[in-house]
């Protein structure tokens, strides 16, 4: 897709909402993320609404630690942002490195103040997850962009639900009806206690379980040592909204009940390209740091990124004599000597063995690269070696013959644009011919590549010169073989084909000598004559052929529209009958007398097969209603028993089912009544005493 003013690079991440790319941004030469929405969402005129409502809100806006969004667009054919470059968390990437307590508070006090600033806006985030963040240093926090299609309020068009279990994990409670800014505060607990503890708070086996734990709020927190947390997660992660904290201030009051100070005086950047001084929290336990793997993006890099996908862009430009010998997509190899020599006097001769051995490593790497046909990712592989070792022999060797080959590619990306816009041999040092005739002393030997593109230019001539041959057009055609021949002498296709047109030329030249010893009119009469009659015979025979063919088919299709309706109606037939069975089997597993939890269960699951067995069938909602109506007959049993305490497990089981079944309701007040009676009654003791 081309969108003006940025060139676009590769995918780096695909999901079911979006597709993302980076790209270039030609007038700054910076990176930028593009995010491309599916086309479920982008074809969605609501959806899209929305997306540009809510980052016209946004735009170029500086919302704490959260990635800015730099545009928005929405046409016909698709809906996408550009954001400030966001190098995508992969793979739950966060969880590799081991964080202390104190770095995680730090980082839940960026991810506070800048929710509570977006919520300051009016909008909710929606996104908060590990798979969302990007850690640029040892003490910093970025936040993706809003999750769009998670805030989109629409009945039908978009999912309201979670689609998997990992984005569930995230999501609080009251997703159903509607997220605020206290769910995003929900979702950071989740976030926090993952950083801390290396897992989830809340595991279970489908969504329907997790919901419950969440409502029930069964986490247990790990560590002993780390109990102290528990006031803070018991407010992130309250199951009731209004219970739970809803912006940074509740954030340190609680962090401070904890015994945890904050220092909160201090501003966050939000490029995760720079690092500034951070907040910070105080622990009143010391201890030292562990060694931590966390991805640090510096400048280098960034650079790194610019010149190859510079390349990608202005690599297809003419080269002349005077910048040919520049090599094309490569930080010049002085530069990186004198960077790291300037940085290297200090280095002792450990820290230099582990620089060549890095830079070993980072040289094989580069070459798994080659091998792949990945030569920009090699570049930048091999440059980083160079950084680690500027002498490194092999590694100053590839270099040369990485960036050869780029040199090569530039000509031949040249080569097949003027292929492509048909400028084979014409205008005079801009045309495919003359490109990969300078290609081919670039070549080693043994190198086909500009044989290759030859032979397309002598292939684009000879179907030019085909097409006239076909048209009779001898001459023209004559033209073009001669100059794609001037291509390539030994190319087969032309010399045959100019072989035939003077075949066809001579035996056009003996009819012509034939025609003239005839009498024109006489074998024209002739000639007439028999055509006319061949014409009628032949009418006559496709008429009867085809009158037979149609009735061939018409029987044909008939015979298959009878089998198809006599298969639809044993499958109609098969499914009535195992809808009957299974309808049986429920009412069976319902009998007063067979009540359990067990046939309960049963029966449940036999009316969810049945539900993905029909639709709209009065009979399964009927067994639904007998269902609900079935766990309070099982309830009245086991409280006439009595056995309390079962008929509320069983009652709970049923509101499970119909929260709002009145029934149940009823009798569950009706046993906590009783229950609460009975209680009473055990603290009644008789008092006896002496008068």
Known sequence: MNIPGYQLGREISIG???????ALEIESSKTVTIKFFQPQLSSNPEFCRHVNTTSQ?????SIGNIISIKKAEWDPESCYLITDYFPCAQNQQPLQTEFTIDEVLNFGLQLANSLSKLHALGLVHGGVSTSNLVFPNLSQVTLGIVSFQRTFKQDSSVPALPVSMHEASYIAPEFATGLDARSDFYSLGVVLFELLFRKKPFIAGDIQQLQIKKEQMQYQVPDAFSKRLNPLFDKLLAADPDQRINNASDYIEVIEQCGYKIDNSSSYSEDFSTSTEQDSIHSPSTGKRHNKNIIIFSAAAGLLMIVILSFFMFGNQPIDEKTKSTRIGAIPSSEVDLT??????NITPIAQTENKDKANELYQKSLQHISQNNYGAALMTINNALKEHPGHADALKIKVEIEHEFEIRAYLSRAEKLLQAGKLTRPENDNAFHTYTQLTSLLPDGD?????GMEKIAGKYYRLANDLVLK???DNA?????????VIADYEPLKQLDLYIRQEEAKQLALEEQEQQHQQKLKADRINRQKAAAQELQRQQQFIEKNKLA???REQALKIQQQKELQKNIQLQQKRRKIDDLLSNARNLLRPDQLSHQSLNSSLEIHNELTTLTQQDSRVSNLFEQIINSYSVLARNQKEIPNLAEALTTIDLGLALDRNNTN???LKNDIQQLISEAENKQQEVPFIGTF
């Not at 790291?340 to 006097?345: D, I, P, R």
């Not at 086909?448 to 290759?452: D, F, G, H, L, P």
């Not at 004559?478 to 001037?486: A, D, F, V």
């Open 551 to 553: 009735a061939l088919e």
């Open 664 to 666: 149940l309701r009823n």
């Open 448 to 452: 086909t590549r500009a044989r290759e």
């Open 16 to 22: 079911e909402y979006c597709s993302v790319y980076n």
């Open 340 to 345: 790291t020599l300037n940085n290297s006097e």
């Open 472 to 474: 009779k057009q001898f």
């Open 478 to 486: 004559r033209q073009y073989i001669t100059t794609g021949l001037s």
């Open 57 to 61: 809100l946004l735009l170029n806006k």
